[in-house]
Nanobody, 119 residues
Framework: QVQLQESGPGLVKPSQTLSLTCTVS??????????WSWFRQPPGKGLEWMGA???????YYTPSLKSRTSISRDTSKNQFTLQLSSVTPEDSAVYYC???????????RGQGTQVIVSS
């Protein structure tokens, strides 16, 4: 059974880059044709798909965040990472990593990590 765990700072200052890591256990991020994704849910709002990295290494991003988002992976550690640049308070949210058969599938996921953008 695949398990995912997000990690990273809970507080980020405006204009800085938010960096989160998802550590995967129980499966390899380069196998089984899975897509490894990042989602977020701001307070009082719905779930938003941010982007994904495929088993092949190809990346996909939601258009509204594409200019500020980068998803990469470290296959030796079985981890994938989200970087979101130039953050503002509107980027405050609970961030989730997830795995699915498509880039936007919210399948098995981590417990989520809250990130607050504030000076």
């Amino acid at each position: 059974q695949v398990q995912l765990q997000e990690s990273g700072p809970g507080l980020v200052k405006p204009s800085q880059t938010l960096s989160l890591t998802c550590t995967v256990s129980g499966d390899s991020i380069i196998s089984n044709y899975y897509y490894w994704s990042w989602f977020r849910q701001p307070p009082g709002k719905g779930l938003e798909w941010m982007g994904a990295i495929a088993y092949s290494g190809s990346t996909y991003y939601t258009p509204s965040l594409k200019s500020r988002t980068s998803i990469s992976r470290d296959t030796s550690k079985n981890q994938f990472t989200l970087q979101l640049s130039s953050v503002t308070p509107e980027d405050s949210a609970v961030y989730y990593c997830a795995v699915g058969r498509t880039p936007r599938e919210f399948g098995s996921r981590g417990q989520g990590t809250q990130v607050i953008v504030s000076s």
